[in-house]
């Protein structure tokens, strides 16, 4: 299985743990990871409050790149996934907004078409590479570790461009259950972080991840596992700003899915990608660190 | 407020936009706002009334200002509205709308405008890259700059996030 890689903005500027576990777990598990190398921005939330042109213009590029690659893209971030889903969602079904798009895109000698699909990191672990062979890939469990989830909103929202509600809640449960870990349900599981806000209302952001670490910290967790870099970036970073500005602590380490895959996969976190985390991993790694 | 200030042609014009048609199906029943995560934070958002003073005409009230830039675009309201009314949807056809008017918050334009220079709204700093390098991690240089910008002249994004007569914001 071959993929349109496609990396975003905030992974590889911040977030290089996601990224170089991603890099070494799905070729791990059969995939093939290709650069989609000329990329743009998605063209996510700002961009598309801004103006609707020209996010629809911006996505579709990418989904022309993708095309000439002759391959469906992978995400790593929901934001990403939103923006590239719901475009190619609405040009594949529209010929007149397909026309509009193709006509902005004729200047720079590219013509969407809606031949590539656009997938989640979730999707593509849960759907293409499959349970069973994520279960045979599995050496070293966790034990006794109390996880909640993070789905983030746009891996399932809106569920008009998802086949059915919810199932990313389902999927990232059942990829959880492989690893060893529990998912332990709480309240404000389905609430968003509050990542869209951040530089545009950092006091609101701030509110809506505390309701959320509140929720966590009642259902006992230990750790927090997300899917999208925003969600990440809310809820470690987030809790230092919680401290700062409530207080409160609430020391929950955050990790990206694939990190408890590959952990549990056999693979060690390097030094720096532990340090990485804000919020210290502790016992969650316990064993699992590589030695200098 | 005035009679004579409401502007009556506001639904359509919002309507008429490619995000907003949803607002000619609202009933004004409020589940939106009872599914809205920021609504449960503050008493100052709420996506029903915002709906309302469309459908009424209070431009002066929405347009310029801070509280169509409060959604998260969950699209919990637009999964949960009866009427499929796209809330989360006209949310964003009101906040193309408030940019032409120059209600677009600093973050926002800073991402707009690196979006512009870079082709990403998000750039890494030198550390990150030196840590790529040691990392042996692909670059991340946009080699369709030109073409981004060439979309970007296209869709005149320039001109959308400088207008010339701009409301001041609320």
């Known amino acids: 299985m071959k993929y349109a890689f496609f990396v975003g903005c905030l992974i590889p500027a911040r977030e290089l743990s996601y990224e170089v576990s991603v890099r ?15 990329a743009n921005c998605c063209a996510p939330f700002s961009i598309q409050s801004v103006d609707h042109a020209s996010w629809m213009a911006l996505a579709a590029r990418n989904l022309c790149i993708a095309e000439e690659m002759g391959l469906d893209v992978l995400t790593l971030c929901n934001d990403c996934y939103e923006s590239l889903l719901m475009v190619n969602t609405l040009l594949k079904n529209n010929k007149a907004l397909k026309n509009k798009v193709n006509e902005i895109l004729a200047d720079v000698g590219k013509e969407f078409k809606g031949k590539s699909d656009v997938k989640h990191l979730i999707d593509v672990l849960y759907d293409d590479v ?17 996880v909640g989830t993070q789905p983030g909103c746009h891996l399932t929202k809106p569920k008009r461009i998802h086949f059915e ?21 709480y309240e404000r599981k389905e609430m968003c972080c509050g990542g869209p806000l951040r530089d545009i209302n950092d006091e609101l952001a701030r509110q809506v991840a505390r309701e959320k670490l509140i929720s966590l910290k009642n259902a006992e967790v230990q750790g927090i596992v997300t899917v999208c870099p925003f969600c990440y970036l809310q809820l470690d970073t987030g809790q230092l ?41 502790g016992d969650i790694v316990k064993g699992r660190i590589q030695e200098e | 407020m005035k009679l004579s200030e409401l502007d009556l042609g506001l639904m359509s014009e919002v309507a008429n936009t490619p995000r907003g048609k949803g607002i000619l199906l609202c009933i004004q029943c409020g589940r939106c706002t009872s599914s809205c995560p920021v609504a449960r934070i503050t008493k100052e958002h709420n996506p029903r009334r915002l709906m309302e003073m469309i459908i009424l005409g209070f431009r002066s009230e929405v347009i310029p200002h801070q509280l169509p830039w409060y959604c998260l675009s969950c699209f919990t309201c637009l999964d949960r509205c009866p009427q499929g009314g796209d809330v ?47 990392l042996g991690l692909g670059e991340i240089a946009l080699g369709g700059l030109d073409e981004v910008q060439s979309i970007l002249k296209k869709t005149k994004l320039d001109k959308v996030i400088s207008p010339k007569e701009t409301v001041k914001r609320k």
Request: proline share 5%; charged share 30%.
């Open chain 1, 24 to 38: 070494k777990v799905l070729p791990a598990l059969g995939i093939e990871l290709v650069d989609m190398k000329d």
């Open chain 1, 241 to 281: 700003e919680v401290k700062r500005h409530f207080n409160e602590e609430y020391n929950l380490p955050v990790l990206h899915f694939i990190e408890l895959l590959k952990m549990a996969m056999g693979m060690k976190l390097e030094d720096w990608e532990v340090k990485s985390h804000r919020i210290p991993l």
């Open chain 1, 165 to 185: 509600v919810l199932r990313g809640f389902r999927a990232l449960d059942e990829l959880i259950a492989a690893t060893g870990a529990e998912t332990i349900p």
């Open chain 2, 88 to 134: 989360g949807e006209v949310m964003f056809a009101i906040r193309n709308l408030a940019v032409k008017e120059g209600n677009v918050p600093a973050g926002v334009l800073a991402q707009a405008k690196s979006l512009m220079e870079t082709g990403r709204v998000i750039n890494p700093i030198r550390s990150a890259l030196d840590k790529r390098e040691s």
């Open chain 1, 130 to 146: 499959g349970m069973k062979t994520i279960k045979n890939a599995i050496t070293e469990p966790f034990t006794e570790l109390k």
